[in-house]
């Protein structure tokens, strides 16, 4: 090489992908971070799904500048003989560095404190009307309101987990255990569990969480295959149940999000007290005694059984709006098998998300997340730029002939609705040989 460093191919890199010798490449530079796995703030899931291969653009996405200078301590003298940037990673990072120059992942504006004093007014109104009124459409409405603050406090918590809203990381992760676990009664750190996941490995059916949803919904055929989830270390089986289930998914597709809400809490609830590492776990334990300590007070108050019913009932679906959003932003897209990989971290980002248009108006009301493809090629960028780099996003992604996928609300539905009626007809193919049950077979005597 004509020089003193040492090098290694990215083949020898491949062979360092094991929990007890996970070694991955950031500019070139080979990294042994064995050890850090458990202790990265990001959760050891991310590293062990990039593990063995370079990473830098991942790197760059989710860490801010101050983060390269803990690097050192990990280098293990190796450099990456082959080591190559592609145009499309060249210029992502080229745009990447544009915007950290023009100070834009510090320049939050005032959306934190419009948004929380919003889910202030929201909580108040909605209590006041179960407390202090006695007719039932107000505490229909005061369970709708209840619905749609947990919608805006789950933005104010997703913000919160990708970069700091508040002024210290103290104040952050305070503002994240009120907001998510006292107010909503799911987990933050189920949702950076799962989160961090999901970004990583955007729409691999073995290794993002948040497409298997298995017996209820399968976006792809492919999952009838029975695959290991590597997030959750066991076989998602496509059984006799699964097959009835998904035979029918583009038709309980809107009741199943009505009331998706119970399987986060419950989820939540698994992660919280189950033997994995969880950070904060007293912290988080405690934000959800609150929720489940006022919500069932609040609920408690209603004259009726049948008022107590419809009010949660209702709060479920005004919060499924939000719910039906994430799937949309995904299920459509395109999907694949097997581990994410590091140098084609922009075209998965493409290849793996749609945009929802909407009027610039209507940004509070999704979050800013109807911009999906800017926020994870760019996740630590505040919502209130995503719609200014947007035609940035989508003239890279024309002159690198990638998708920009951009639907209304409207068509991402329609869009979603045919994935899934798509994989239902699949799945009512007998061919597959899924054994089958009594039930199955009575319902489906007919074809």
């Given at each position: 090489?004509?020089?003193?460093?040492?090098?290694?191919?990215?083949?020898?890199?491949?062979?360092?992908?094991?929990?007890?010798?996970?070694?991955?490449?950031?500019?070139?530079?080979?990294?042994?971070?064995?050890?850090?796995a458990?202790?990265?703030?990001?959760?050891?899931?991310?590293?062990?799904?990039?593990?063995?291969?370079?990473?830098?653009?991942?790197?760059?996405?989710?860490?801010?500048?101050?983060?390269?200078?803990?690097?050192?301590?990990?280098?293990?003298?190796?450099?990456?003989?082959?080591?190559?940037?592609?145009?499309?990673?060249?210029?992502?990072?080229?745009?990447?560095?544009?915007?950290?120059?023009?100070?834009?992942?510090?320049?939050?504006?005032?959306?934190?404190?419009?948004?929380?004093?919003?889910?202030?007014?929201?909580?108040?109104?909605?209590?006041?009307?179960v407390?202090?009124?006695?007719?039932?459409?107000?505490?229909?409405?005061?369970?709708?309101?209840?619905?749609?603050?947990?919608m805006?406090?789950?933005?104010?918590?997703?913000?919160?987990?990708?970069?700091?809203?508040?002024?210290?990381?103290?104040?952050?992760?305070?503002?994240?255990?009120?907001?998510?676990?006292?107010?909503?009664?799911?987990?933050?750190?189920?949702?950076?569990?799962?989160?961090?996941?999901?970004?990583?490995?955007?729409?691999?059916?073995?290794?993002?969480?948040?497409?298997?949803?298995?017996?209820?919904?399968?976006?792809?055929?492919?999952?009838?295959?029975?695959?290991?989830?590597?997030?959750?270390?066991?076989?998602?089986?496509?059984?006799?149940?699964?097959?009835?289930?998904?035979?029918?998914?583009?038709?309980?597709?809107y009741?199943?999000?009505?009331?998706?809400?119970?399987?986060?809490?419950?989820?939540?609830?698994?992660?919280?007290?189950?033997?994995?590492?969880?950070?904060?776990?007293?912290?988080?334990?405690?934000?959800?005694?609150?929720?489940?300590?006022?919500?069932?007070?609040?609920?408690?108050?209603?004259?009726?059984?049948?008022?107590?019913?419809?009010?949660?009932?209702?709060?479920?679906?005004?919060?499924?709006?939000?719910?039906?959003?994430?799937?949309?932003?995904?299920?459509?897209?395109?999907?694949?098998?097997?581990?994410?990989?590091?140098?084609?971290?922009?075209?998965?980002?493409?290849?793996?998300?749609?945009?929802?248009?909407?009027s610039?108006?209507?940004?509070?009301?999704?979050?800013?997340?109807?911009f999906?493809?800017?926020?994870?090629?760019?996740?630590?960028?505040?919502?209130?730029?995503?719609?200014n780099?947007?035609?940035?996003?989508?003239?890279?992604?024309?002159?690198?002939?990638?998708?920009?996928?951009?639907?209304s609300?409207?068509?991402?539905?329609?869009?979603?609705?045919?994935?899934?009626?798509?994989?239902?007809?699949?799945?009512?193919?007998?061919?597959?040989?899924?054994?089958?049950?009594?039930?199955?077979?009575?319902v489906?005597t007919?074809?």
């Open positions: 090489m004509g020089d003193n460093k040492k090098y290694i191919s990215s083949d020898e890199l491949k062979k360092h992908n094991k929990s007890d010798d996970l070694w991955i490449s950031i500019q070139g530079k080979v990294y042994n971070v064995t050890d850090w458990k202790d990265h703030p990001g959760g050891d899931i991310p590293l062990m799904n990039l593990a063995g291969q370079d990473v830098t653009d991942a790197f760059i996405a989710f860490h801010p500048g101050t983060a390269w200078k803990y690097l050192d301590r990990f280098f293990t003298g190796y450099y990456l003989e082959d080591f190559k940037v592609s145009e499309v990673s060249r210029d992502y990072r080229r745009l990447h560095s544009e915007f950290a120059k023009a100070g834009m992942f510090e320049k939050k504006g005032h959306g934190v404190i419009y948004s929380l004093c919003f889910v202030a007014l929201l909580l108040f109104t909605c209590v006041y009307g407390l202090c009124c006695d007719g039932f459409w107000v505490h229909m409405f005061s369970g709708g309101l209840l619905g749609f603050l947990w805006q406090v789950a933005y104010l918590g997703h913000d919160s987990g990708h970069y700091q809203i508040m002024t210290t990381r103290g104040f952050n992760k305070l503002a994240q255990i009120l907001t998510g676990n006292c107010l909503t009664g799911i987990s933050i750190a189920w949702w950076k569990w799962t989160h961090n996941a999901h970004h990583v490995s955007c729409n691999s059916l073995d290794y993002d969480p948040d497409l298997q949803h298995l017996p209820m919904l399968a976006v792809s055929s492919k999952l009838f295959h029975s695959l290991t989830s590597q997030f959750y270390g066991r076989k998602l089986t496509f059984d006799s149940l699964s097959r009835f289930f998904v035979s029918y998914q583009h038709i309980t597709y009741p199943v999000m009505c009331v998706a809400r119970v399987n986060l809490y419950l989820q939540t609830l698994l992660l919280l007290f189950s033997k994995r590492k969880v950070p904060d776990r007293a912290l988080n334990i405690l934000g959800i005694f609150v929720f489940w300590s006022w919500f069932p007070l609040l609920v408690s108050c209603l004259p009726n059984w049948n008022e107590r019913v419809l009010f949660v009932l209702t709060s479920f679906c005004v919060c499924s709006v939000q719910h039906i959003q994430f799937t949309l932003n995904h299920f459509a897209a395109n999907v694949y098998v097997g581990a994410p990989k590091g140098n084609d971290w922009f075209e998965k980002q493409t290849s793996g998300t749609i945009d929802i248009a909407c610039s108006w209507m940004d509070w009301f999704f979050g800013g997340l109807q999906q493809l800017e926020h994870h090629l760019f996740p630590r960028l505040p919502r209130c730029h995503l719609r780099v947007s035609p940035v996003v989508r003239e890279l992604c024309k002159k690198h002939n990638l998708p920009y996928r951009s639907l609300f409207f068509e991402a539905n329609v869009w979603t609705l045919r994935t899934l009626r798509t994989a239902a007809l699949e799945a009512r193919d007998f061919s597959n040989s899924i054994p089958k049950n009594l039930l199955w077979e009575a489906n007919h074809g």
